[in-house]
């Protein structure tokens, strides 16, 4: 039995000519109890109160036999012409605890249009927030996110979706912290999806490999802010632009894994691993300049950086298998080979070449070019 139950001036109806019309009624009555309750408003079942408002939005939903009582499964199409995040905020549930991230502020608009069935579900979704505020380590980043989501497959019953395709932007950003701050207006960043699940519940699972490109290296060189003075080659990481690479991202509600993180070009490189959950975060950023290297290795509040054998550390560490080199040999120092305190400018670059292990694994490790956009029927509509 098919019906389709519409709605105007907040009461529903159904068509004139119903297969069943006891059964039709039950349906109108349903309906009308659920529009009652939501009053232009969604939220999950485990939410106090709707985190997203202002819905306009046409559902169809065909069931294939509503008698039968087996087990209430149906297909269910949604067209969401238009929706507001109240407060992006919301969204902090579904991180992982101890994540050096976080949003503080700002509102965003839906868009979407999705189709779930018992055994599959596809579609888009869009997400703009304009403003949006989000809190990185020590740093404050504001500006512009988008998300361009595609939902190729999953499961609507278990909240998982095959998302691979889909792309994230930032435009416009500010990044503002302690140490290293980045104030132009102007910096952006884009990943494109590739192989990606996720499974949308709190905290959320996220297994996500994915091609990035960035501006310049400002919010990376932010974290070196501690040793720039002593390695003055590290501020030559800041004249370079248009950056690409890859990132493997695994949250599994208890942490978070960044496993591999590596852009750069001919000239530098910088690369990121690290993990997070509850009691401990770790992690390791390396940076090149021609030949010249290093790795801050960052244990808590404690940072150990190295510039002897730096590539060969960052491959070696591998986040929630192996411990960092610092932690393991219990040192509370700077490695031996950094330069002593007050020593900066061009008379870091000789120094940081003793010791040094020869950089063949590392010749540029990542294109110039932004890696290749996937197919995504939003990114091509504004």
Not at 69 to 78: M, R
Not at 218 to 244: K, Y
Not at 251 to 265: E, I, N, P, T, Y
Request: net charge negative.
């Amino acid at each position: 039995m098919y019906i389709d139950i519409k709605e105007e001036n907040d009461e529903v109806s159904m068509p004139n000519e119903v297969v069943r019309p006891k059964a039709a009624n039950d349906c109108v009555a349903v309906a009308q109890n659920c529009l009652h309750h939501t009053k232009n408003r969604m939220r999950r079942r485990d939410e106090p109160e709707p985190s997203i408002g202002e819905v306009r939005m046409d559902a169809e939903i065909l069931v294939a036999d509503p008698l039968a009582h087996a087990d209430g499964k149906a297909d269910v199409s949604l067209k969401l012409h238009s929706a507001r995040v109240r407060d992006m905020s919301s969204y902090n549930a579904y991180l992982p605890a101890n994540l050096p991230l976080s949003f503080i502020a700002g509102e965003a608009s839906l868009v979407g249009d999705l189709h779930f069935e018992p055994k599959g579900a596809q579609g888009e979704l869009l997400l703009v927030a304009d403003g949006v505020r989000v809190a990185l380590d020590e740093q404050e980043v504001s500006g512009t996110l988008r998300v361009d989501l595609l939902v190729r497959n999953g499961s609507a019953e278990e909240m998982r979706f095959d998302i691979t395709g889909s792309s994230l932007a930032l435009d416009d950003f500010r990044v503002i912290g302690k140490i290293g701050s980045a104030r132009t207006p102007s910096w952006h960043a884009r990943l494109q999806l590739e192989r990606t699940e996720v499974l949308w519940q709190k905290p959320m699972h996220l297994d996500m490999a994915a091609g990035i490109s960035i501006k310049d290296t400002r919010p990376f060189v932010a974290l070196l802010g501690n040793v720039r003075g002593e390695h003055g080659w590290i501020d030559n990481l800041l004249t370079v632009e248009d950056l690409g690479g890859h990132l493997k991202l695994v949250l599994d509600g208890k942490s978070a894994v960044l496993s591999d993180s590596l852009l750069g070009s001919e000239r530098i490189s910088v690369g990121v691993k690290g993990r997070a959950d509850a009691e401990n975060r770790e992690g390791m950023v390396y940076v090149r300049w021609h030949d010249l290297t290093g790795a801050l290795e960052l244990q808590g509040e404690e940072q150990h950086f190295h510039i002897g054998g730096a590539r060969a550390r960052f491959d070696a560490y591998a986040p929630g298998k192996t411990t960092l080199a610092s932690r393991r040999s219990g040192r509370r120092k700077q490695d031996s080979a950094a330069l002593p305190k007050g020593e900066t400018g061009k008379r870091a670059a000789p120094r940081a070449r003793i010791g040094d292990a020869p950089p063949p694994t590392d010749t540029g490790s990542a294109p110039e070019v932004a890696p290749p956009a996937r197919e995504n029927p939003f990114l091509d509509e504004e």
